[in-house]
Antibody, heavy 119, light 112 residues
Framework: EVQLLESGGGLVQPGGSLRLSCAASGFTFSSFGMGWVRQAPGKGLEWVSFIYGDGSATFYADSVKGRFTISRDNSKKMLYLQMDSLRAEDTAVFHC????????????WGQGTLVTVSS | DVVMTQSPLSLPVTLGQPASISCRSSQSLVNSDRNTYLSWFHQRPGQSPRRLIYKVTERDSGVPDRFSGSGSGTDFTLKISRVEAEDVGVYYCMQGTHWPWTFGQGTKVEIK
């Protein structure tokens, strides 16, 4: 059974940093692209970033480019999102996602971790 | 960015009756590999989204056959042949052809 367990969310001041982690199990981690999708409170879904299975390529939404960094450790089956220069508008639940082809939409979602950016 | 426009945004439905949600993209979703990366998701309150349909018409394992997807190019539709109580929630379309991949605004389905 595929499981994705996010951690690292919390309350942070504007301009601060946070690192999200996602522990994956139940599938061949290095064979799957991984991504982060966020959902602001009461709002819709937004792709933030994704990374190839071998880590050779990364993609970012314009809203986070230059501030967020996605990475993975295939030996530990872990996905990360380093978030710097956080803004109030980054407040959201961040979901770790994966699937055989993320272009086709994530088949698997974690339960999400809440990031709140506020002073 | 490709804008995904769903309609309606709110859909009151009667149990046992059909329902339909439209999704239009601002650009063609036909990819260079000839696939059209349009998928549909269902999200219940307090839960993570669940994928229902991918590549326009392909239904995910375990998804009831009352759900079906159709369309091409820039116009797509999700149909529920007979709405059941468990179908309430918000439905999103998503395009995966052009980065950044984008979602529609969501359609809230509720029982009348």
């Amino acid at each position: 059974e595929v499981q994705l367990l996010e951690s690292g969310g919390g309350l942070v001041q504007p301009g601060g940093s946070l690192r999200l982690s996602c522990a994956a199990s139940g599938f061949t981690f290095s064979s799957f692209g991984m991504g982060w999708v966020r959902q602001a409170p009461g709002k819709g879904l937004e792709w933030v970033s994704f990374i190839y299975g071998d880590g050779s390529a990364t993609f970012y939404a314009d809203s986070v480019k230059g501030r967020f960094t996605i990475s993975r450790d295939n030996s530990k089956k872990m996905l990360y999102l380093q978030m710097d220069s956080l803004r109030a508008e980054d407040t959201a639940v961040f979901h770790c996602t994966t699937g055989s082809s993320l272009r086709s939409g994530p088949e698997y979602w974690g339960q999400g971790t809440l990031v709140t950016v506020s002073s | 960015d490709v804008v995904m426009t769903q309609s309606p945004l709110s859909l009151p439905v009667t149990l046992g009756q059909p329902a339909s949600i439209s999704c239009r993209s601002s650009q063609s979703l036909v990819n260079s590999d000839r696939n059209t990366y349009l998928s549909w998701f269902h999200q219940r309150p307090g839960q993570s989204p669940r994928r229902l349909i991918y590549k326009v018409t392909e239904r995910d394992s375990g998804v009831p056959d009352r759900f079906s997807g159709s369309g091409s190019g820039t116009d797509f539709t999700l149909k529920i042949s007979r709405v059941e109580a468990e179908d309430v929630g918000v439905y999103y379309c998503m395009q995966g052809t052009h980065w950044p991949w984008t979602f529609g605004q969501g359609t809230k389905v509720e029982i009348k």
